[in-house]
């Protein structure tokens, strides 16, 4: 079973930032298209960030600017670099990989931004 483990979460300050990683299997990384996507308490999953395996990425509207995303293929890691935190950005977030059929999630770290 393929396990990919998120770490970083926390709860920060409104204009704060984190950091969250995501370790993924080297068996699956290379090929693979990373995200991180996040759900708040009554609301949907949606998606935070994409990255390709071609180093392309896709952010939410209402991350733009303030998120990035970045893949080391080498150390098989994906990483979202918050910035400038908003209560809004509260959730739950999850590390996903995806090629074609194959569709793996992480267990999620839970990010608070609270004062």
């Known amino acids: 079973q393929v396990q990919l483990v998120e770490s970083g979460g926390g709860l920060v300050h409104p204009g704060g930032s984190l950091k969250l990683s995501c370790t993924a299997p080297g068996s699956i990384f290379s090929g693979f298209n990373m995200g991180w996507y996040r759900q708040a308490p009554e609301k949907p999953r949606e998606l935070v960030a994409l990255i390709t395996s071609g180093g392309v990425t896709n952010y939410a509207d209402s991350v733009k600017g303030r998120f990035t995303i970045s893949r080391d293929n080498a150390k098989n890691t994906i990483d979202l670099q918050m910035n400038n935190l908003k209560p809004e950005d509260t959730a739950v977030y999850y590390c996903?990989?995806?090629?074609?059929?194959?569709?793996?999630w992480g267990k999620g770290t839970l990010v608070t931004v609270s004062s």
């Open positions: 996903n990989a995806r090629l074609g059929v194959f569709d793996y």
